[in-house]
Nanobody
Framework: QVQLVESGGGLVQSGGSLRLSCAAS????????LGWFRHAPVKEREFVAG????????YYADDVKGRFTISRDNAQNTVYLQMNSLKPEDTAVYYC??????????????????WGQGTQVTVSS
């Protein structure tokens, strides 16, 4: 059974930090790509970061490079998103997702097959 469960969201001030966690089933965790997306009401769902099963290569959206870090703990079947220097424009629901394809890492949400329920991140100015 594939299951992804996010946690760690909350309300923080601009410049603050949060660490999101995504607990995954074994099958989900070993899929070629695990990623984080976010969705704000006035924006399309957008790619935030991804990490490969093969070699743990990391990929980031331009807006979060240098501020966010994706990582994984294979022993805990958990993927993390460390978010530093948060800005109000980072406010969104953040989703963990898995892509089962053996293909180049995608930044399009439609290429991801499994999703968590999301966790709200709100950054105040």
């Amino acid at each position: 059974q594939v299951q992804l469960v996010e946690s760690g969201g909350g309300l923080v001030q601009s410049g603050g930090s949060l660490r999101l966690s995504c607990a995954a089933s074994g099958r989900a965790f070993s899929m070629p790509t695990l990623g984080w997306f976010r969705h704000a009401p006035v924006k399309e769902r957008e790619f935030v970061a991804g990490i490969l099963w093969s070699d743990s290569s990391e990929y980031y959206a331009d807006d979060v490079k240098g501020r966010f870090t994706i990582s994984r703990d294979n022993a805990q079947n958990t993927v993390y998103l460390q978010m530093n220097s948060l800005k109000p424009e980072d406010t969104a629901v953040y989703y963990c997702a898995a892509d089962r394809r053996l293909a180049p890492t995608s930044r399009w949400y439609g290429d991801y097959d499994y999703w968590g329920q999301g966790t709200q991140v709100t950054v105040s100015s």
